[in-house]
């Protein structure tokens, strides 16, 4: 069972939305799934990636991009119609070197691995990208989790102007890294995984969720292995193995 307890800005169009949850136990990585009001009208759930989850605390950031995530930032406190975590998640790596590359609201699952990862001694280096500086969440709490946080914005409102694949590029020339995890648009983890191909990346793939349970093969990724379901199989697969140019 769920509860909202608040939804607050925390960028331009992105929301913070903390939740109680009985549910204690969750993998970075991992969704929840928000049916968005109690009619059919949307009538399919919408995933999230997990923000944080601490306890029966947890929280995930929200894009608004249409109606029903419009009508999810604009719920009242109180039960809210949920069901999760689904989903496999990250790897959690330990005493390793990292390379975490978010674009926009794909930093948000990047967080919660972040913390795993910090408490797992492993040393990070985090690039986070944006299209806009307005786009920009919660960025000193990605500053207490890196050794090194790197900034683009496609615009060059904030950080470095350009994109984080090539942010990524130039920190691995100059360190060693022993794995990478992404999550953001599609056209940068597939330029991640060609540019950085001698190195290990996990990647979090976005798709239309039908049933969001595995049921209805609507959210097909295609990798070396065949066809696989974003939301059990995945969403994370190894970048590697994702035909990434196959619809
Ligand atoms: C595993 C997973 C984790 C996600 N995590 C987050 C998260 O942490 N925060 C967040 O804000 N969003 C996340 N999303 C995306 C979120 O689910 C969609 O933005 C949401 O379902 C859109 O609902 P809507 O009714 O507002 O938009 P709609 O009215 O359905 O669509 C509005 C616009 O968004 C596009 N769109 C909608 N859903 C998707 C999608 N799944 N993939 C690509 N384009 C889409 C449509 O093409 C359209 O242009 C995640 C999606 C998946 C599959
Ligand atoms: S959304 Fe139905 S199988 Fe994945």
Redesign the pocket.
Known sequence: MFTLIETKPVASN?YLLTLHTDNTQSAPGQ?INIK?NATTD?LIR????I?DHDGSTLT???????????LIVNLEPGAIDCIGPF?KGFSIVTGKKALLVGGG?GN??LYYLAKKLVAAQCQLTYIYGARFESDIFMLDSYQELSHTLIVTTDDGSYGIKGNPVDAAKESVEKNEFDIVYTCGPEIMMKRLSQELSNLPIEA??????GCGIGLCSG?AVATKEGYKR??VDG?VFDAHTVLWDTP
């Open positions: 992105h969704f968005a949307p919408r995933p999230f990636s923000f995930i950031v929200v894009r608004v991009v249409g109606r029903g995530t419009r989903g609201v948000a699952p979090s793939l976005e798709r239309y969720f959210c974003a939301c969403p």
